[in-house]
């Protein structure tokens, strides 16, 4: 097998988020608040053809979109013990590992922004996603605070690492959500924003996301149901967006007796597994 | 001894800039380019009072001026193997390391782009730097493309990472040069990053320090003989702003004969050291 590219990208689940599109896909996005996890997506990319994911077969489009972007053919495998489709933001990871693995693997010359910005465009014009590249791509606790992909963008991070659980039950359809009228999505999520930047506290990115998930509609009653059992135990939880998915704070779910995945907040964003 | 935190800062070597200075310091800074290294500036914050620099004194400014913007007393350990003002940004390093430390012992609640800002600004006020804070707190390969603190300032990264080697040689003044006329630094520092913007890598960021540091006559005649020697062994090297400093390319110090401190471009920014 010839020699490849590894990048790790972090796990990404949002708690809140507004719908901001436009005529451009590099300014189209989403405003909110997520966490990068240390569950990761691990993207290969080598000369040659064809996606894998954990090694059986399966396509993600943004993947395609970036590789005809940067008009390169190339093998690309896609590694992860997250879930797919459920909220963790494996297709954006997948983009944005294939942009910075290809750029180095064919010295293509771009700079980081230009590649995230390429794996943004490819994933708003998948329908997949709208924020978590950029989220991806910086690490920690992220406000997106204007949405689209750099120089567009901004973000900022709030600098506190937790450990966090998460607990899936399955998947929602992000393109069905994204295609309704997000009229009173959007306004929920700006209130979550504004409260988030009021008090830029994990804890208070928990209780606003816990309050946009009821506001919206969006919380699933299986998923309102674990909630209520992490808060009666003690603890903070929040929906995974957009996912049949809970994210709590600390050990909240395995104190109410949930089977978790244990992971923590990533510090760090986007990275070649050579740099260690 | 009182538990603390530690933050680990990049120490940082500026290959060109230009200065932008207006009313607010917040808005002052540099544009340019400059490398993250592996070498790094280790903070670690008390409760307590004093400074302490390698286990002696000595008094960071920007340090004093980013305890008193937060409006606590703390003490402030030190900690580095990189030579002090060398132009390795360690009054820099220190300042951030410190807002980020202290936001988190005495949990004020800043964002993290808030703390940039702050210690951007602590710098800028005691005359010590203009960029180093920005591009310490972003890792990498860093291109300054807006001068400032966020949300002002504006970065990109050059996704390369390379061994790295060290050679100093002592101390220039970094105040002395920046009270004087920066016109002519201004106009060569834009020149040289227009040059790295086109053709944004590694290579190209040393060739327009070279030129930069000939063209504005900051090049010391020793720094230019080191240069010299690590070209005609097959190198490239460029002088480190602002020191008696010279920064190789992979092994290209060691390779014409002198003894080098190693290093590598460190690709994380400032992090807390427990976020391993």
Same mark, same amino acid.
């Given at each position: 097998?010839?020699?490849?590219?590894?990048?790790?990208?972090?796990?990404?689940?949002?708690l809140?988020?507004s719908?901001?599109?436009?005529?451009?896909p590099?300014?189209?996005?989403s405003?909110?608040?997520?966490?990068?996890?240390?569950?990761?997506?691990?993207?290969?990319?080598?000369?040659?053809?064809?996606?894998?994911?954990?090694?059986t077969?399966?396509?993600?489009?943004?993947?395609?979109?970036?590789?005809?972007?940067?008009?390169?053919? $190339?093998a690309?495998?896609?590694?992860?013990?997250?879930?797919?489709g459920?909220?963790?933001?494996?297709?954006? $990871?997948?983009?944005?590992?294939?942009? +910075?693995?290809?750029?180095? +693997?064919?010295?293509?010359?771009?700079?980081?922004?230009?590649?995230?910005?390429?794996?943004?465009?490819?994933?708003?014009?998948?329908?997949?996603?709208?924020?978590?590249?950029?989220a991806?791509a910086?690490?920690?606790?992220?406000?997106?605070?204007?949405?689209g992909? !750099?120089?567009?963008?901004?973000?900022?991070t709030?600098?506190?690492s937790?450990?966090?659980?998460?607990?899936?039950?399955?998947?929602?359809?992000?393109?069905a959500?994204?295609?309704?009228?997000?009229?009173?999505?959007?306004?929920?999520?700006?209130?979550?924003?504004?409260? +988030?930047?009021?008090? !830029?506290t994990?804890?208070?990115?928990?209780?606003?996301?816990?309050?946009?998930?009821?506001?919206?509609?969006?919380?699933?009653?299986?998923?309102?149901?674990?909630?209520?059992?992490v808060?009666?135990?003690?603890?903070?939880?929040?929906?995974?967006? +957009?996912?049949?998915?809970?994210?709590?704070?600390d050990?909240?779910?395995?104190?109410?007796?949930?089977?978790?995945?244990?992971?923590?907040v990533?510090?760090?964003?986007?990275?070649?597994?050579e740099? $260690?």
């Open positions: 097998m010839s020699e490849g590219v590894t990048v790790v990208v972090p796990g990404h689940v949002t809140f988020f719908v901001h599109e436009t005529d451009d590099a300014t189209t996005g405003r909110g608040a997520g966490l990068n996890l240390t569950e990761s997506v691990q993207v290969t990319v080598r000369r040659g053809s064809g996606q894998s994911i954990n090694g077969g399966g396509t993600i489009a943004a993947v395609e979109g970036v590789l005809d972007t940067l008009d390169v053919t $190339a690309v495998e896609i590694h992860t013990e997250l879930p797919l459920t909220g963790f933001g494996v297709s954006g $990871a997948a983009a944005l590992g294939t942009a +910075l693995g290809a750029n180095r +693997l064919f010295d293509c010359g771009h700079t980081r922004d230009d590649l995230v910005r390429l794996a943004h465009v490819a994933e708003v014009e998948a329908g997949t996603g709208l924020g978590d590249v950029v991806q910086r690490g920690g606790v992220v406000m997106r605070l204007e949405p992909a !750099p120089p567009h963008a901004r973000l900022d709030i600098p506190e937790r450990p966090l659980e998460l607990y899936s039950m399955g998947d929602l359809s992000t393109p959500v994204l295609e309704g009228d997000t009229t009173a999505i959007t306004r929920s999520g700006e209130d979550a924003l504004d409260r +988030l930047r009021r008090d !830029p994990l804890a208070t990115a928990f209780a606003a996301g816990r309050t946009f998930a009821s506001e919206t509609g969006l919380l699933e009653p299986e998923v309102a149901t674990v909630i209520e059992d808060t009666a135990a003690g603890g903070s939880a929040a929906m995974g967006m +957009l996912g049949r998915t809970v994210v709590a704070l050990h909240g779910l395995s104190r109410a007796g949930y089977a978790v995945t244990a992971t923590a990533a510090d760090r964003g986007a990275r070649f597994a740099d $260690a």
